[in-house]
């Protein structure tokens, strides 16, 4: 579940502590200078930095942009007002209460926990839903789902006075009408930190994380984003319920406007601009955001005097209007879209920084491990697989055999079918005829990530790193996988792994920032780091000079024998098929034209017509 | 019988506008791959202009074409200010960009008018109705269809036989290829918006006939229907926004009519529900355009 | 006419292309070949517009045309005729090459067509058919006739053969050797490098992103090492 204990729970949560009483610290200083309204709109900060977090542990994790979560809030919040208020306000307001309503009286803590039950079940049903429409991080289908979901919940509420008290009355407590005491706030808040941080840190975090970064990638090594996706959903809404319900309380009402357009867009801009992959950022923004309207509020009223200047008509005077929060807001969201999409802090927390700074026992590279025969013959079989295009045959008949001890290369001209092969063997293409199976277990229809978890763990032709995580992080995702799925087997040390890669000073590096030849040895690091069966390679020296192509060749066969694999490479660059490889394929125009080891292949004259071309008459 | 016929014409004369905006927004997110949730403000803004026009004494015959400018300049203006900047952009902030325009324009109305609701005086026509058998069509409707429908037809003819609806159609296709042709992107873009501009415009027309009235927000419900169309056809493809639009309008007429009284309210909400389901089964739309990714 | 020296080209860290330099003179046809993920199309990108090269220049008709975008390109005779062809799919094959030809003037434009209606009387045949109905063989006649409606002075093509059965591999170097007897300067990048070396007038073999040897078509041609060459050793 955590990885590493110091790093991944223990400074998280003494980093939230911090954060929370920085956050809260800085509210009481500000409600100490400014009397009056001042307490008001630090409790609505506070809860606000609630329902941001809630919404942080969904967007941030995961990339899908959701509009939905005030829709959860005000379902939260209906439910939460509905068994809150005692039957003699309800009866004033909603005399026809369905569902026997109407006599329902418990304490307001009992109601939270009902809203957050009633929330849930609703969202575990939109969780299958976006699941189902194949949500992932940028997809439009997900955030067109939830922006309905926003709108079912407006419209029902608007449009149901029996439950709600509708558009206009609403729903009205009595009880104190504000919160006696912040101390639930204050409570909500701390474990909503906490939560959103352990979440991060944990292995279901880290793999919604890797799946955000590259979907497909992901998948490749196993991972089923949408598991994830749906555990982040339900923990964030958890989050919002709560925040919701505070917030209706510390209102003392609820209308359907207060959980809608106005509410969604407040809390995505904190979001954003702070920054949305981070629970810190998520609290920089509530803060710089609550600062900033509250002056812009200020400014409309009262112009300069705001500073202790009084200047009438002066040139800027005209800026200074009543609702000048609300063009705040939307510059806001706006100039950051275009200047700094990442937010403020991108995905820095606090705690990392206090990890890397004060945190770490020195490290030192571990010894090279010792090389680890495979604990089985299974053998991966290809036969007679064909695949169609619409009227063009990729594939024609194709077979291939490999086993664990050996590396076999598939080569061919341009369009040969190389890749689609591949793509045949780890499920993302189906063949129309044929089979592949490991180890007599067929593979032909499954999933590309069952295939991953069956351990066949594949590269890509284009570099599918997790661009965002460092180096560590992108092995580290990929051993927790495999720890997980494969329990009988002993998963590689993730720094063992790092080291032999000659990885081991970039380990704290994002993996954008690497050169090309360190991102290709990451690329395979990572694969290796699955334990898998075999190492299927798409053309790992692409884009490599010759003497990189050389290194290449080490790394290959020295990753496949810390980890026991077999591998199948598929590249162009014949030099380093020549030089890795036992046995070679040959590929043409979809067929297998030619099969041997090296010394034979290089001399047969079939191979080399393929490539390089045949003259007319030949 | 006659029900049903009623349901059908008010239904297309409601799918009509949804029709225009939802084109709209497609031929945006055709050459631009962003769905422009901003769509909605150019009818707020032609709403004021109007308030204005027919304020000072303006008729209505002035005030058209006025709607229709105003709609086009908008759009260029929120293309260079905003859109332009984050072009090649990821969806995430291609999405939260629109929003932002979204806001950042309603919000200037706020600031600068005010928030509450202003009313402009209607065309006399347009509560007129005449009779065909049992029927009761509202002449509102019947115009609505036509300039549509005339509408739709001129559009055609622009893509299809002009040299700058060649242009746009290779660049919804295939952006850098269209490039490689001589296709500039700046221009293509910028038609883009301009003709978004221009069926908004006219979409803004009717829709401002209607309703008689403006306010900062008064711009969301229509891009709301816009985007919800497009995205029920299928976005990427044209002909899917318009029968996209239409079905929304239908499927808005029926259901009023269907559903008991006592609910009928909901009618918004229950649409809503029905995108959100049809998005589960069929995310990619009804008319669905192939996109591949190489892998 | 064209001019590349030193060109260098990067995606992000790869050196798709390290100092490359060649050139084309008017009238001349000269091929690229060498193994796949050797820079070819790397090359063809960069010199067109569609990348920035990180070093080096390209010099057309005594004009530094480095970094130029390709619609500026076109309209100063540098055409490219893509990998993969790149037809529209959505468009008929008039309204492809109708396209190729927006550059040109209208008046010019109704004559062009009819040329190219002339010279490939396959496409005659499928004029209002949509583009994604076509073979391959049909499709990179398209491609090559809307290349050709810009009236390019330079016209390049990235692996005109890639997908097509040998049949058709034939008729696409038929078209190449005609183009060269109308006089045409082309530039050729091709996997096919015997057939290509046979029409070509020089040629240039890239690996691994350099020029690794250069030659006229028949030196290579009859060089016994040209396997060893592509493979390195």
């Not at chain 1, 939109?126 to 992932?136: C, D, K, P, W």
């Not at chain 1, 359907?256 to 609290?283: C, E, H, K, Q, Y």
Request: with cysteine; aromatic share 8%.
């Amino acid at each position: 579940m955590f990885p590493n204990l110091r790093r991944d729970v223990i400074f998280p949560v003494c980093g939230s502590v911090i954060l929370f009483v920085l956050f809260v610290g800085v509210g009481l200083a500000y409600q100490s200078q400014f009397s009056g309204a001042a307490e008001r709109l630090v409790t609505f900060a506070l809860i606000d930095a609630i329902l941001v977090l809630g919404i942080q542990i969904y967007v941030g994790n995961t990339g899908i942009l959701s509009f939905g979560h005030i829709g959860f809030g005000a379902i939260a919040g209906y439910a939460f007002a509905l068994f809150a208020i005692t039957p003699a306000e309800k009866l004033k307001r909603i005399p026809d209460a369905p569902f026997g309503l109407l006599d329902v009286n418990v304490s307001p803590w009992l109601a939270v926990v009902v809203a957050v039950a009633v929330t849930l079940v609703v969202a575990f049903v939109v969780g299958i839903g976006l699941a189902r429409s194949g949500a992932e991080s940028g997809a439009v289908s997900a955030t067109v789902i939830t922006l309905a979901l926003l709108f079912v919940t407006h419209e029902l509420a608007r449009n149901w006075p029996d439950l709600t008290g509708g558009d206009r009355a609403g729903l009205s407590f009595r009880i104190g009408g504000t919160l006696d005491s912040r101390v639930p706030v204050y409570l909500a808040l701390l474990v909503s930190i906490v939560l959103a941080r352990l979440y991060a840190q944990s292995r279901g975090g880290r793999v919604a994380v890797a799946a955000r970064e590259d979907d497909l990638a992901a998948r490749a090594m196993g991972v089923n984003p949408l598991i994830q996706q749906m555990v982040a959903l339900l923990i964030s809404v958890v989050v919002v319920s709560v925040g919701a319900s505070l917030r209706v309380y510390e209102n003392g009402s609820i209308l359907p406007r207060d959980m809608f357009f106005n509410l969604t867009l407040v809390t995505l801009v904190m979001l954003i601009v702070g920054g949305r992959r981070s629970v810190t950022g998520a609290l920089v923004g509530v803060a710089v955001i609550t600062t900033g309207r509250e002056l812009a509020r200020r400014l409309g009223q009262d112009g300069f005097e705001v500073f202790g200047i009084g200047l009438d008509g002066a040139p800027l005077d005209w800026i200074f209007r009543e609702n000048l929060k609300s063009v705040f807001m939307g510059v806001s969201m706006l100039g950051f879209m275009i200047w700094r999409p990442s937010g403020l802090l991108d995905d820095w927390e606090l705690d990392k920084w206090l990890h890397s700074r004060f945190g770490r026992r020195s490290e030192v590279p571990p010894e090279s491990l010792p090389v680890i025969e495979p604990d089985d013959s299974s053998v991966l079989v290809a036969e007679g697989v064909d695949v169609a295009f619409g009227g063009f045959q990729a594939l024609d008949d194709v077979g291939i055999r490999a086993s664990r001890n050996e590396v076999v290369g598939v080569i061919g001209p341009n369009g040969a079918g190389k890749t689609t092969l591949l793509n045949v063997i780890t499920g993302l293409v189906e063949s129309s005829s044929g089979s592949v199976a490991l180890g007599g277990v067929d593979l032909s229809s499954a999933q590309s990530f069952r295939i991953a978890r069956s351990g066949l763990v594949r590269t890509f032709q284009n570099l599918r790193l997790f661009a965002a995580l460092t180096v560590r992080e992108n092995v580290e995702v990929s051993a927790l996988v495999a720890a997980s799925l494969r329990r009988h087997r002993p998963p590689p040390d993730v720094d063992g792994l790092i080291a032999a890669a000659g990885l081991w000073e970039h380990r704290d590096r994002r993996a954008r920032e690497l050169d090309y030849g360190t991102s290709r040895r990451l690329e395979l690091a990572r694969a290796a780091a699955t334990a898998p069966a075999f190492l299927l390679l798409d053309e790992p020296t692409s884009g490599m000079s010759d003497s990189e192509s050389l290194l290449m060749v080490e790394q290959v066969r020295q990753m496949a024998g810390l980890v026991g694999a077999g591998v199948v490479v598929i590249d162009h660059d014949l030099n380093f098929i020549i030089g890795i490889c036992d046995r070679i394929y040959c590929l043409d125009c979809g067929q297998v034209i030619a099969e041997g080891t090296p010394e034979e292949i290089q001399v047969d004259p079939v191979v080399q017509a393929a490539y390089i071309g045949s003259a007319a008459g030949d | 019988m006659t029900e049903l016929l009623q349901n059908l014409i008010d239904g297309l004369g409601r799918g009509s506008i949804y029709a225009l905006l939802a084109l709209g927004v497609a031929v945006i997110f055709g050459v631009m791959h962003l769905l422009n949730f901003a769509h909605g403000e150019l009818i707020t803004v032609s709403g004021y202009a109007s308030f204005w026009a027919l304020g000072a004494g303006w008729s209505w015959y002035l005030t058209v074409p006025l709607i229709v400018a105003v709609s086009v300049l908008t759009s260029l203006i929120i293309e260079r200010v905003a859109f332009s900047r984050v072009r090649g952009a990821d969806d995430f902030t291609l999405l939260l960009t629109s929003f932002g325009v979204h806001f950042v324009v309603s919000a200037i109305f706020l600031l600068y008018v005010s928030a509450s609701v202003k009313t402009y005086p209607r065309p006399a026509w347009v509560t007129n109705t005449f009779a065909v058998d049992s029927l009761r069509i509202e002449v509102f409707d019947t115009v609505v269809i036509v300039v549509t429908i005339a509408t739709l037809v001129a559009t055609t003819l622009l893509l299809q036989r002009t040299t700058f609806g060649l242009s746009l159609r290779a660049a919804a296709a295939d952006f850098d290829t269209a490039r490689l042709m001589g296709v500039r992107s700046n221009s293509v873009i910028r038609g883009a918006f301009a003709l978004s501009g221009a069926l908004a415009g006219i979409a803004s027309v009717f829709w401002l006939m209607r309703s008689g009235s403006t306010s900062p927000t008064a711009g969301i419900d229509p891009m709301l229907k816009g985007v919800l169309a497009a995205l029920i056809g299928g976005l990427g493809s044209l002909r899917g926004a318009v029968l996209g639009g239409f079905t929304l309008g239908l499927a808005e007429v029926i259901l009023r009519s269907r559903l008991p009284d006592s609910v009928a309210s909901l009618t918004e909400g229950v649409v809503f529900l029905l995108i959100a389901l049809l998005f589960i089964f069929r995310p990619q739309g009804l008319i669905s355009v192939p996109h591949a990714e190489r892998v | 006419m064209l001019e590349v020296s030193g060109l260098t080209t990067k995606y992000g860290e790869i050196s798709a292309l390290r100092e490359a330099s060649l050139h084309v003179g008017a009238g001349e046809v000269v091929g690229l070949i060498g193994p796949n993920g050797a820079g070819k199309t790397t090359l063809l990108n960069t010199i067109a517009g569609l990348l920035a090269p990180s070093a080096g220049g390209v010099v057309f008709d005594g004009d530094d045309i480095t970094g130029h975008s390709p619609e500026g390109l076109l309209r100063s005779g540098l055409a490219l005729v893509p990998e993969h062809r790149r037809i529209f799919v959505n468009l008929t094959v008039e309204e492809n090459l109708r396209i190729g030809g927006v550059t040109v003037p209208p008046s010019d434009r109704p004559g062009l067509l009819d040329e190219m209606g002339e010279r490939f009387p396959i496409l005659r045949d499928k004029w209002t058919t949509s583009a994604g109905y076509l073979s391959g063989g049909e499709a990179q006649q398209l491609a090559i006739a809307r290349a050709l409606m810009s009236r390019p002075r330079l016209l390049m093509m990235d692996e005109p053969s890639l997908g097509l059965a040998p049949l058709l591999v034939d008729v696409v170097f038929e078209l190449i050797d005609t183009l060269r007897s109308q006089g045409r300067t082309l530039l050729v990048v091709e996997q096919n490098a015997t057939k290509m070396l046979d029409l070509a007038d020089r040629a240039y073999v890239l690996r691994s992103g350099e020029v690794v040897a250069e030659g006229t078509g028949a030196e290579l041609r009859d060089n016994r090492d040209l396997f060893d060459t592509f493979v390195g050793n």
